[in-house]
Nanobody
């Protein structure tokens, strides 16, 4: 079992940067592919990106490609989401999630994830 806790959210001006962290508990963190999702007010939760078990592979939604970067440190049981060139439309609650499927690290669907954090708010002002 994995417990996830996000941090690092806040208020930032458009064009600025934020780095979100997701701290995981549990002894088998490296066996989980990890994903980031976000949910804006009145909208469905959407996929942001995912990272493979070793961190060697990443995949991003088109809306964030080239601006966001996901990385992980298995020794520290952390997943990071570096967000640059932020836009007002990036405003949302951001969630990290863990996927226990050992055959698939590219997982853009919510149903593919077994564990979720509580989320952290990111607000981008114009």
């Amino acid at each position: 079992q994995v417990q996830l806790v996000e941090s690092g959210g806040g208020l930032v001006q458009a064009g600025g940067s934020l780095r979100l962290s997701c701290a995981a508990s549990g002894r088998t963190f490296s066996r989980y592919a990890m994903g980031w999702f976000r949910q804006a007010p009145g909208k469905d939760r959407e996929f942001v990106g995912s990272i493979s078990w070793s961190g060697g592979n990443t995949y991003y939604a088109d809306s964030v490609k080239g601006r966001f970067t996901i990385s992980r440190d298995n020794a520290k049981k952390m997943v990071l989401l570096q967000m640059n060139s932020l836009k007002p439309e990036d405003t949302a609650v951001y969630y990290c999630a863990a996927n226990s499927d050992t055959t698939r690290w590219y997982a853009p669907e919510l149903s593919e994830y077994d564990y979720w954090g509580q989320g952290t708010q990111v607000t981008v002002s114009s």
